[in-house]
């Protein structure tokens, strides 16, 4: 059985009278984003060194491990590892993170003990930025910038309407699928369910791992009120958060108008280009996990989301 919406509201007919968020974005939250943005810039611009006795493994890293074991497909005198790709082994690449050159670690690996030693370490420098790079990223986009302070402004700017934007995402946003979907009737294929729910607990762990931070500590970071949430209750929020935007995944599918597939397979192009470079992942790799058929689910999502959330705010005027 396929998943599908049996009966769903029409957008005229939703009425958002009960909830009123207001919202401010904080000075700190506006020039972390600054940072990260500069940083990204800065770090196209790193070259690939091999690390001092006494660095630690961290994302991103390149790390020649040797590997011994009794099962074969572990028992390696010399394995290439890019932390945070995930190709050779998950908890591997999580287990080496802040090991230094020369360690040995015990693993356990699907239960086969594993013994690696860190080989060599190799890792991205990253240069300070320069208003030459800032307009390199800026070309045919913006005005050439005369200094980086100018940059930084704008970037602020820019920051501030996306955190406004999110935010409406993350707080009325809830408010309006739970809306929406308490006014559905739908039929969902469990399988069908299942592996939505796995990719989307993969993508949450492997940004975890991008941000350093243990998956069980960044589910919280994935909520605008974590006053009522305990390491006992979260993975029941986040199971539950996941299973209605599956529904409000159908319900977007069911009543989106048609997309130009050419039109989004460009911008799918470009998405994957940007989000690969900057990770440092193959690009074949990316699209193996995150489809075009996946993009276009999400462009729906998106686009019926903004219609929700435009007639949302206008009615809080």
Do not use: W
Request: aromatic share 10%.
């Amino acid at each position: 059985m396929k998943s599908k919406v049996v009966f769903f509201p029409k957008l005229e007919e939703l009425c958002f009278k009960d909830e009123d968020l207001a919202f401010k974005v904080s000075d700190e939250e506006l020039n972390l984003l600054v940072k990260d943005e500069m940083d990204r810039i800065a770090k196209k611009h790193g070259k690939i060194v091999e690390t001092e006795s006494d660095y630690t493994i961290e994302f991103g890293d390149i790390v020649m491990l040797r590997a011994k074991s009794k099962n074969p497909k572990y028992n390696k005198p010399m394995i290439p590892v890019t932390v945070g790709k995930n190709i050779f082994n998950e908890i591997l690449e999580s287990e080496i993170m802040g090991m230094k050159k020369g360690e040995k670690k015990s693993i356990s690996l699907q239960g086969d003990d594993v013994e690696v030693e860190i080989l060599k370490i190799k890792t991205r420098e990253i240069p300070d930025l320069t208003l030459d790079m800032i307009n390199e990223e800026a070309e045919g986009e913006f005005e050439e910038f005369k200094s980086i302070e100018d940059f930084q402004s704008l970037l602020k700017e820019q920051a501030e309407e996306m955190m406004v934007m999110d935010y409406y995402y993350r707080g009325p946003a809830v408010y309006v699928k739970d809306e929406i979907i308490s006014k559905m009737e739908v039929e969902i294929s469990e399988e069908e369910y299942e592996i939505y729910r796995n990719k989307v607990l993969m993508s949450i762990k492997k940004e975890a791992m991008h941000e350093e931070i243990p998956f069980e500590e960044f589910l919280f970071t994935m909520f605008e009120d974590t006053s009522q949430l305990t390491p006992e209750n979260i993975m029941e929020k986040v199971e539950k958060n996941i299973r209605r935007d599956f529904i409000f995944k159908l319900y977007a599918e069911s009543m989106a108008d048609e997309v130009d597939r050419d039109e989004i397979e460009k911008e799918y192009d470009n998405n994957i280009k940007g989000y690969c470079m900057e990770m440092n992942i193959p690009e074949d790799e990316m699209k193996k996990e995150f489809t075009l058929d996946d993009f276009i689910s999400q462009y729906m999502v998106m686009n019926v989301q903004n219609m929700i959330l435009d007639k949302y705010l206008s009615e809080k005027k």
